[in-house]
């Protein structure tokens, strides 16, 4: 279906239509700005609901411009394309159709095909930009990555940031590029068999360097309010139009840039308590605008509530996926004994563990200590590939004090099994960059703000982390990297060297081996869902089974320690007297330089996997194959590509 895109500065024949939405303003004129020549005005027409509207032959793609609201500004446009020298600058015309697609017939990556690599722009690469993103985009597809998702891109203030204190939202970060270079980084991601998807931001403006008050204080709301101040204005007066003005963000990425989908920040500090919530409304209207491709809408929200992955008839809100941190704090609790934060709630042991693997998430209605009240619903009935599971990502990375990453707090052995365990569990997972190689750079939290800003930033990281018993001693919170300085951005770049270094490229082919094998695994792709188990044999390994038309397929992971994993009689069925296969080692000679074969045991119908350290075996039962027991041997000998 045709755009329907009305906000901004839209090129059309030979004129450009202007449309901003401004209240509480009587009079609004478009204005030539810092192009050093005569000053064009414009003044757009007025219209009941508050929105100022214009065409007008006098700017051209490329102009600069800005808004003149009752003869104060230049303001930049709420919905400028972008801002060439910075928030506070001058609006640029774009013309996106003067890009030259070469995706045409791209139906996008299914749910069930996801493989999702999370990056920031400015640290994936030495250049820190778009184009030096696409060119490693060919790395990401040999690896099987299916869909990146860009940490936000909306322009924000200063030389780098997360991108969570965006202020432009519909306009490329100048630092990364030009709108065209976001374009090239999805078109040859598409042409690679690669999906996009946009961090998006509808839950707080940031804190600097936003005019969007200017033209309504309506944007904010006066009665609810988020951890970051005042929340957006959902529900309230004039909140019709702040809900047009983020459903018309959301479809600009899908139209103008072919974005695939969306992961929507923290939606649980999206209050909204009108007859129909805001996520309803936009899931709606994307789905009516696009039909010829997959688009995924994937919220972060820590509530586990079930009803957002459920269609609006039913009740719900019809995304369709969410973020499920359970996993991560479960496995970080075990592995590592974290205990601080949010850490509180997770017992961290194997049984915890595979009750989130099997449902989805651990917190259905239990009380939550580090919340102060219950948490979660039950997830029954919700397709697994919905949830998104991870053992790294840039909040759980960059939100601890020296943005340590798992690698740098566990053995290769351990990281290799929990990397398995990631790559294996039926929900969706995602990498952040670098993981696939275990990176040994950081990830910290960096911003740029002015001085007293930056300042009171920097206190507040202090603050975070006071209660965190590493930082309890007097002088140990100045060893936090101070988010304002520039080593802490530089410090947090990939250096892709790395993976030219045998360690690092060991790790990088287990990633790579991992997704191929749960892509081309017939019983991994089309498993029984009513039959799919996770179990925890002993405190230290977890078991999932997978079936589908007779045949099986066992993953045994240990987690700590050596020892024997014994698979529960119930979980080997029918297919019990049938010869196991091994398929996949975590002890492959191309994952380690001292591999220590794990064995395998299956007599009298028991199945035991004795493994010398931490590890992971991936065992099949083929309904064609001979019954009868096998000696114990070393999996190196039953191993086969």
């Known amino acids: 279906m045709k755009s329907k895109l009305t906000l901004g500065a839209l090129p059309e024949s030979h004129a450009t239509r202007f449309r901003v939405w401004a209240p509480t303003t009587e009079r609004v004129e478009v204005v030539a700005w810092g192009t050093g020549a005569p000053e064009h005005v414009f003044v757009l027409r007025r219209s009941a609901d508050g929105t100022f509207a214009g065409t007008s032959t006098d700017f051209r793609p490329g102009d600069r411009y800005g808004y003149r609201l009752d003869g104060e500004g230049p303001y930049p446009d709420p919905a400028s394309r972008f801002q060439p020298e910075g928030v506070r600058g001058p609006s640029e015309i774009i013309d996106p159709s003067a890009f030259a697609w070469t995706d045409k017939g791209w139906a996008g990556i299914t749910r069930d095909d996801l493989i999702v690599y999370e990056l920031h722009v400015g640290t994936f690469t030495p250049e820190g930009t778009f184009a030096g993103a696409t060119e490693r985009l060919p790395e990401l597809a040999r690896l099987g990555v299916t869909a990146i998702e860009l940490m936000p891109v909306g322009d924000f203030p200063g ?24 374009r090239r980084l999805v078109d040859r991601a598409h042409s690679l068999g690669m999906a996009v998807l946009l961090d998006v931001v509808y839950n707080h403006f940031g804190p600097d360097g936003c005019s969007l008050m200017r033209f309504s204080p309506s944007y904010l709301s006066d009665s609810h309010r988020t951890p970051w101040g005042p929340a957006v204005n959902l529900d309230g007066p004039d909140s019709p139009r702040v809900r047009a003005f983020f459903i018309e963000n959301a479809l600009h990425w899908i139209h103008e840039y072919h974005i695939d989908g969306l992961r929507l920040d923290a939606t649980h500090a999206m209050i909204d308590e009108g007859p129909r919530h805001f996520l309803a409304e936009l899931s709606a209207t994307v789905r009516e605008q696009v039909s010829h491709r997959s688009i995924h809408l994937i919220a972060e929200d820590h509530r586990n509530l079930s009803s957002m992955l459920q269609p609006e008839f039913d009740g719900g809100w019809g995304l369709d996926g969410l973020w499920s941190d359970d996993f991560h704090h479960q496995l970080r609790r075990l592995l590592t004994g974290d205990d601080d934060g949010v850490y509180r709630d997770f017992a961290g042991s194997t049984a915890d563990l595979a009750t989130t693997i099997e449902r989805g998430w651990f917190y259905t209605g239990q009380f939550s200590i580090h919340r102060g009240k219950p948490r979660g619903t039950d997830p029954s009935g919700l397709p697994l590939q919905s949830l998104v599971f991870c ?232 309904s064609a194959g001979s019954g009868g027991d096998t000696q114990s041997q070393p999996i190196s000998h039953l191993y086969s590509r």
């Open 159 to 182: 030389r780098w940031n997360w991108g969570y204190d965006g202020v432009s939202l519909f306009a490329p970060a100048r630092c990364y590029g030009r709108p065209d270079d976001l």
């Open 391 to 622: 053992i790294q990502n840039h909040d759980r990375i960059g939100n601890r004090a020296m943005g340590d990453r798992l690698n740098h707090r566990v053995d290769p052995a351990t990281y290799r099994a929990a990397s398995t365990l990631l790559l294996l569990a039926p929900e969706t997972p995602l990498l952040f960059m670098g993981q696939e190689w275990a990176a040994s750079s950081p990830f910290l939290y960096f911003t740029d703000h002015e001085p007293e800003l930056g300042r009171r930033v920097r206190e507040g990281r202090h603050r975070d982390f006071r209660t965190y018993r590493a930082f309890q001693a007097p002088g140990a919170p100045d060893r936090i990297p101070d988010p304002q300085a520039e080593s802490t951005f530089v410090s947090s770049r990939l250096d892709w060297s790395e993976i030219a270094h045998k360690s690092h490229a060991s790790i990088w082919r287990l990633h790579r081996d991992g997704i191929a094998l749960r892509r081309s695994e017939p019983v991994l792709r089309a498993f029984d869902w009513c039959s799919f188990r996770a179990v925890a044999p002993d405190e230290d390994s977890i078991v999932l089974r997978y079936d589908h038309d007779r045949d099986l397929v066992i993953v045994a992971c240990r987690l700590r320690g050596c020892g024997p994993v014994i698979v529960p009689d119930g979980l080997i069925g029918e297919v019990r007297d049938v010869v196991p296969e091994a398929i996949w080692t975590t002890e492959d000679e191309d994952y380690t330089s001292d591999p220590c074969p794990a064995e395998v045991e299956f007599l009298a119908q028991r199945l035991t996997v004795r493994f010398l350290r931490p590890g992971a075996l991936v065992l099949a039962f083929r």
